[in-house]
């Protein structure tokens, strides 16, 4: 047999070479290839075929009878909703977020839950001590269910114990970093580690038909560390998000062979545990002042849900060569975008103002629907007008200021309705028809009808005071 060759891969991409270097070739990265003598289980890329003693598989027709897949609902509704409808037996789950955010606290409930309802459910940390996971239990309330607890970090004694005993029906592994398999030399928590624990893990999942849980931490750049190589083997991914500053935390699909993605679960925080939140746009908007300037509220889509958010634009006049942008929550070049199309287009001028952008509550907005909602904002903090209340806005701006169409129109407008807005500021509808009767609509074609509307009559009179604050400051 041939001498197992050492390979170097780098930590960052997971790419193999075969010679060290200071710098990565295929991600750019410096310092992060590491020697690694590869494993001679022949999971990873064995010898195939006949040599390898292979035999025959039988093959199966797409369209035979598979019937509905089986899932265990644990009753957290906002869990379920992520995971598509409950956790699929064999099916492998992958649980990103930062340290702190809650996930360890999350699974805990969720094993809790399901052991609960009668299926052996297993947490095994690599973490924490058991004494600290009982502790959390008790805080959590769940002291008294029935899961199997184990503090261990060797892949191949958490293996042979899934095999001994009962098959479980839920696998948790608090993380995957902290796991090592024997069979390699590298350190746990390096991009080969991670990658052999989790096929070994996920190929016993698919034969045992357990669902397994496994928490990855998160790098800062919002990676997953030994990132891709883990997402593409398991079946979902899931990331918890949130800030410390914030009570509730999202829990958010990625990647979901089970169910849709873009879908979210909202989480408070609390003294015993995360709560679910059934209604986020109630919480998202809970201690508005609408009564300031430089607030819109945006009803927009997370997943399948309307959730309506509050905007807030705060600008000030600058005393910097290059006034400051600041932007949480959104992305800093749809800021940009919007307020040159803003003075391109509306002749407003920010150039000698500070411009903040703020999403409330700590959700960050994806959608291109919001860049009505931010240009009103903007008009209103700049203006210093404040915005009619009860009114909430979304539409994509194009560059040459058009308001364009977004889709789910009508769920956004109930939302909104359900949470006692009157009116909504939208694109011209491509059909020509009001979609909501009950809620009183304007339809705005381009930017300049939105700054006509939000300025109104004062419109001439502001633009002017707003020009001379410019100059002098
Ligand atoms: P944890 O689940 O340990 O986070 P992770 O596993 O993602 O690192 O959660 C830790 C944080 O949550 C910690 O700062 C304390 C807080 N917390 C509560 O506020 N209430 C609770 O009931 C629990 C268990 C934790
Ligand atoms: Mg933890």
């Known amino acids: 047999m041939a001498r197992p060759s050492t390979r170097f891969v780098c930590q960052s991409c997971g790419a193999v070479s075969g010679r060290w270097a200071g710098r990565c070739n295929a991600c750019g990265e410096w310092n992060t290839i590491s020697e690694e003598i590869p494993e001679n289980s022949g999971i990873a890329g064995g010898p195939a075929g006949k040599q390898a003693g292979g035999m025959a598989i039988s093959l199966e027709s797409l369209d035979a009878e598979t019937g509905d897949i089986p899932r265990h609902t644990t009753g957290i509704a906002e869990f379920d909703r992520v995971t598509g409808g409950g956790l699929v037996p064999g099916s492998a789950i992958l649980v990103g977020g930062e340290p702190g955010i809650g996930k360890s606290t999350l699974l805990l409930q969720v094993a809790a839950v399901l052991s609960e309802q009668g299926h052996r459910c297993l947490y095994f940390s690599g973490e924490e001590a058991t004494a600290q996971v009982r502790l959390r239990a008790k805080r959590l309330g769940v002291e008294r269910a029935p899961v199997g607890l184990g503090a261990e970090t060797s892949v191949s004694n958490i293996l042979t114990t899934l095999e001994n005993g009962e098959k ?191 999403v409330a509550g700590g959700l960050k907005i994806t959608e291109p629907a919001a860049d009505l909602a931010i240009a009103s904002a903007l008009i209103s903090a700049l203006s210093g ?49 009001a979609p909501d009767k009950q809620i009183f609509v304007e339809n705005l074609p381009h930017l300049g009808a939105l700054t006509a509307s939000i300025l109104g009559s004062e419109e001439v009179k502001n633009r002017d005071s707003i020009e001379k604050d410019a100059k002098n400051s």
């Open 168 to 358: 479980p029906a839920l696998i948790i592994i608090d993380s995957i970093q902290t796991l090592w398999s024997d069979s390699l030399e590298a350190a746990p928590g390096t991009v080969s580690q991670v990658r052999t624990c989790s096929q070994h893990l996920v190929r016993y999942a698919k034969r045992s038909g357990a669902a397994l849980l496994i928490v990855g931490h998160v790098t800062k750049d919002g990676q997953i560390a030994g990132p891709k190589v883990v997402e593409h083997m398991v079946d979902t991914v899931l990331y918890f998000e949130g800030d410390s500053g914030h009570q509730f935390r999202i829990l958010r699909a990625v990647k979901n062979r089970f169910g849709a993605t873009d879908e979210i679960g909202v989480f408070e925080m609390k003294n015993n545990g995360l709560a679910e939140v059934a209604n986020p746009s109630e919480m998202f908007l809970g201690d508005r002042n609408d009564h300031s300037p430089g607030s819109a509220v945006f009803a927009g889509i997370e997943g399948t849900r309307p959730v309506l958010v509050e905007i807030q634009a705060l600008v000030a006049a600058s005393s910097l060569a290059t006034p400051r942008r600041a932007v949480v929550g959104c992305d800093s070049n749809r800021l940009a975008m919007i307020i040159a199309v803003l003075s391109a287009r509306c002749g407003l001028r920010f150039g000698a103002h500070d411009v903040y952008l703020n």
């Open 385 to 433: 007008i404040t915005l009619p209340t009860g009114r909430v806005y979304f539409g994509e701006v194009s560059l040459s200021g058009a308001i364009r169409n977004v889709g789910h129109t009508a769920s956004r407008l109930k939302e909104a309705r359900k949470l006692g807005f009157t009116s909504a500021a939208i694109p011209v509808p491509v059909d020509g028809e």
